[in-house]
């Protein structure tokens, strides 16, 4: 439904097939999609909370209301839209990646290793997490070390 530069035509589009179809989850989420490109945060927030009252083990909607949490700074409601879609599907790396960044930025260093190491054995190929795995592995090395006794 949706071309390069149409976005209005395309959001109308979704908003005509979920009057015909209300209770599909695939409209719904193709239309928040569709306004998190637009920038229509809120928006995109309802329609994926939609999505999760009619398909309450959707784990792209979990994950994707965990970003719209993340960006929104609400980090508690992410960690908890991230670790419902790990439940659903425990293989995605991508997911385990992004939990291990807010980990690694609220401190909790361990936890931080743990998700960015799965999510590296899952996919090896995901450069950031390396990154970021370093970065946490030297703030663990940091927090475990004594300090320099004067």
């Known amino acids: 439904?949706?071309?390069?530069?149409?976005?209005?035509?395309?959001?109308?589009?979704?908003?005509?097939?979920?009057?015909?179809k209300p209770r599909s989850p695939k409209y719904h989420y193709a239309r928040a999609m569709?306004?998190?490109?637009?920038?229509?945060?809120?928006?995109?927030?309802a329609e994926?909370?939609?999505?999760?009252?009619?398909?309450?083990?959707n784990v792209e909607a979990h994950f994707a209301i965990g970003n719209v949490a993340f960006v929104n700074n609400g980090v508690e409601e992410a960690e908890?839209?991230?670790?419902?879609?790990?439940?659903?599907?425990?293989?995605?790396a991508d997911i385990r990646s992004v939990l291990g960044d807010i980990y690694f930025q609220q401190g909790r260093i361990s936890q931080a290793i743990v998700q960015n190491e799965e999510a590296l054995r899952l996919?090896?190929?995901l450069r950031n997490t390396e990154e970021h795995l370093r970065l946490a592995r030297a703030g663990d090395a940091r927090f475990k070390s004594p300090s320099p006794q004067k």
Do not use: C, F, W
């Open 48 to 57: 994926l909370e939609q999505v999760l009252r009619l398909d309450p083990e």
């Open 34 to 45: 569709l306004l998190l490109k637009t920038q229509q945060v809120d928006e995109a927030g």
């Open 1 to 20: 439904m949706e071309r390069v530069g149409r976005s209005d035509e395309a959001s109308l589009e979704y908003q005509a097939a979920i009057k015909l």
């Open 80 to 92: 908890r839209h991230y670790l419902e879609a790990l439940r659903l599907d425990p293989k995605r």
């Open 123 to 125: 996919n090896p190929s």
